[in-house]
């Protein structure tokens, strides 16, 4: 005997009739859970089993995508992270004295590359 069983709870079955009835009396669900949606699988019920639904085809084709972009962001992300525990936080160079004249109204003060860097 459950633990629920003995305080006389009465344990809810998930089955089809069940998750139905909730969808029909909360037709919003999917709004309110979107990223569901890109879970589902809904086959496009065919005639020949060896056929393909373009439209199918495309999903899969754009779930995949979307899978390897996914991988591709959360390994730049983790980069940075990587980089920023390395290096710290970033702050700009200071301008050299003639950028500063330049940027303080003199247009006709010189712009050189420090270092010999453009």
Known sequence: MTTSHARGIKQDVLNDSNVADYLQNFPDFFERNSQLLTKLRLPHVRDVAATVSLVERQVEVLRERNQSLERKLKELVDVARANDVLGGPYSPPEPAADS???????????????CGRI
């Not at 247009?107 to 590359?113: E, F, I, K, T, V």
């Open 100 to 114: 500063r004249a330049y940027l303080a109204g003199n247009p006709s003060a010189p712009l050189r590359p420090r």
